[in-house]
């Protein structure tokens, strides 16, 4: 009669798939340990962005600052270098140099005459805004109430620096806040030119492997974006500037060169800065006769035709993906949040964002699907 076999401690324990027995491993636990990292690293970019909004909204509207100065910086030295053959460093220190050169220059020439015109023309237009208000209430006394309850101070205080503590426009509003923030856009984005490949390795390196060459091309095509972007703007303010120049003085309209430099810095802002360029040289207007502010309008509005047709084409190629309303709204989201300079980047932040979201987003997870081909069907019916 055998012996029943006992197992003995030398001999594997069969899986009984208790709890107790070795546990056989999931092969889908690498993917879902791959999609919690990914949801993880979403929530924590999103707390992030959060809680630099609600605590240090200056620092993003003006890293942002130094980066496009970066770029802009980036792509002149690489034109130039391409242009004369020289180094791409070498051509970096000519652009630089030429830069401050001319800013030394204007500010030695033009600067301090300025600089004395700008308070005369505050003067003036706090006269003039004082004066306008008088006769609307003499002819509207219904809004008497609602004009004393917002002074013109309050309601420019609140457009210029936001809604969410901004202190940005408050620093640009003196002299050394200015300076400050003027050094930091400068060294920022020179710092980001004069190593651009380094800090661009930097940024694709955080990446997944497979992507980092994607995100490499996009980030190149953002900054070519912006450089042709800044282009268009600077060709924009040198042609209102100079004719705004001419007509104003034309027109008798006082301190024509202090309102036409106004109006070519205002002009960096598409949509809402014409608008506000025309408001001092019509306020001033009114002092030179019932007309005048009616000439004021007709010359602002025949330049913006002409920088349309001459300077449109050459930026539609890279604005042809922003719908107007978009950039509108994004504009207000902006100015609600940062002020008058989240006016003025609005339109390079969502040139770059729509960038982003059309090559990662619309090219990979919509064009090739099932959406154009009902889209179509659609159009056809």
Known sequence: MTAAHSPSFDEPAESTGSPSG???RDPGEPLFIRKTLIVASIVSAFVVAFLLLAYAPDALILTFAAVWFGCVLHFAAKTLSRWTRLPERWSLTVVVSILILLTVGFFALLGWQLAGRIDELATNLQESVQSLLKNVEKQFPQVKGLIRRTPPEKAAQVVLGGQTGSTVSGLLATPVGFAINVLYIFFTG???????????????ALVPVHRRAKVRHVCDEAGEALWGWTLARIASMVLVGVLSWIGLALLGIPMAAVLAVLTALLVFIPNIGPVLSLLPPMLLAMSQGAYAPLYVVALYTGIQLVESYLITPIIHQHEDNLAAALVIAVQLLFGILFGLLGVAFAMPIALVAMLFVQRFYVERGLEGTNVERELGKHSEG
């Open 22 to 24: 070795p546990k056989l």
């Open 190 to 204: 020179l710092y980001l030119a004069a190593s651009h490949r380094m800090y661009l390795n930097g940024l694709v």
